[in-house]
């Protein structure tokens, strides 16, 4: 129970986190959502290096683990509205944006996976 928990509170502030970003800079005006695209790469680096922390040298316990990467990356990453807004860019045949917008995220988010990893080899501990 305690488990669940952990990725409940996580979970709850990362999607206030995605809210508030996508608020501020999700562009109605040309359809352009640079606040989901900022929330998977970050949350991707973030999750980077939650789990090279905790890869490297135990330093995060399971529950730390859960409560960072289960809950608040589950919350704060977005891959269901990405579907949805991907849905609207080839509903309105907006093909180019669509294209740009899913290989950048996944190209993006896949290095910033390895930036996160990467960068935890340099810290001491």
Same mark, same amino acid.
């Given at each position: 129970?305690k488990?669940v928990?952990?990725?409940?509170?996580?979970?709850g502030f990362?999607s206030?986190?995605?809210?508030?970003?996508?608020?501020?800079?999700?562009?109605?005006?040309?359809?352009?959502p640079? &606040?989901t =695209?900022?929330?998977?790469?970050?949350?991707?680096?973030?999750?980077?290096? %939650?789990?090279? *922390? /905790?890869a490297k040298s135990?330093?995060l316990s399971?529950n730390?683990?859960?409560?960072?990467?289960?809950g608040?990356?589950?919350?704060f990453?977005?891959?269901?509205t990405f579907?949805?807004e991907?849905?609207?860019f080839?509903k309105? &045949?907006d =093909?180019v944006s669509?294209?740009?917008?899913?290989?950048?995220?996944?190209v %993006?988010?896949? *290095? /910033?996976v390895f930036?996160?990893?990467y960068?935890?080899?340099?810290?001491?501990?």
């Amino acid at each position: 129970m305690k488990s669940v928990l952990l990725v409940f509170l996580g979970g709850g502030f990362g999607s206030v986190l995605r809210y508030i970003i996508g608020k501020y800079l999700n562009n109605a005006e040309n359809g352009i959502p640079y &606040g989901t =695209f900022l929330a998977n790469i970050l949350g991707s680096l973030l999750i980077g290096v %939650i789990l090279g *922390l /905790a890869a490297k040298s135990n330093t995060l316990s399971q529950n730390q683990t859960l409560l960072l990467a289960t809950g608040f990356c589950g919350g704060f990453t977005t891959f269901s509205t990405f579907a949805y807004e991907n849905h609207v860019f080839l509903k309105s &045949g907006d =093909f180019v944006s669509f294209a740009i917008y899913t290989i950048a995220s996944f190209v %993006i988010g896949f *290095l /910033a996976v390895f930036l996160g990893m990467y960068l935890v080899r340099f810290l001491d501990y």
